[in-house]
């Protein structure tokens, strides 16, 4: 098992531990439709394909796949114990929605464009063929729409559209990110911005 240490993020991760640490472990599992073995103490939690045991209520982390992202990623940490205290388990209807269109997507649209579709576009769209190699090692759906699409679960029963387009002489690269219409049962704005922040980290890593 592992943890991280960031210090400009330790003080809001230190937060959420302390607030993990008095977790009902038997009510959150149900609430989030997960495993909890009350011998181990021991979550099982999926995110972007990948099982991670996290341990309560000390937490730690751990998985059976050593390339994780979340192992050595201190907002995806975050993330994890943040669906565990306040997520649930849901399915959506099959619509997808801009952040915008989200509760609180207006207020917090400028650091999302930064955080999220401006990175996304410049880091995808120059190069469309590194980026279509790298999404495809994950069990991704392609779509037809912008020059590139796919897409991909977040975890189980929330599922994200990233949408680029490469841009030319005329028009710089663009991106776009579409969100299940079920996201907001279980991840508040702020959440929604770590989701794609560390979905476009997950991806350039696997870009060569």
């Known amino acids: 098992m592992r ?62 796949d050593e390339t994780g992202f979340a192992l050595t990623n201190l907002p995806a940490q975050m993330l994890l114990i943040r669906y565990l205290l306040e997520g649930r388990r849901s399915v959506g209807t099959g619509v997808f929605l801009p952040y915008r269109e989200m509760p609180w997507g207006e207020v917090y649209l400028k650091p999302f464009t930064g955080r999220c579709l401006t990175r996304a ?18 069990p991704v759906i392609p779509l037809r729409q912008g020059d590139a699409a796919y897409q991909l679960e977040i975890m189980p029963g929330y599922d994200v559209r990233l949408i680029v387009w490469e841009g030319d002489d005329e028009f710089p690269p663009n991106s776009q990110i579409l969100f299940s219409d079920n996201f907001p049962q279980a991840f508040s704005a702020e959440d929604r911005t770590v989701v794609g922040d560390i979905l476009i980290s997950d991806i350039k890593r696997r870009m060569v």
């Not at 576009?121 to 994950?138: H, I, K, M, T, V």
Request: hydrophobic share 45%.
């Open 121 to 138: 576009a410049f880091a995808f769209g120059p190069r469309l063929d590194a980026f279509a190699r790298a999404a495809e090692q994950l």
């Open 3 to 64: 943890n991280v240490e960031n210090h400009k993020e330790m003080v809001p991760f230190e937060h959420y531990t302390a607030l993990f640490e008095k977790l009902d472990p038997v009510e959150a599992a149900q609430r989030c439709g997960v495993k909890f073995d009350g011998g181990t103490g021991l979550f099982t939690v999926r995110l972007l394909y990948v099982d991670y045991q996290i341990a309560w209520p000390k937490f730690a982390i751990g998985s059976a």
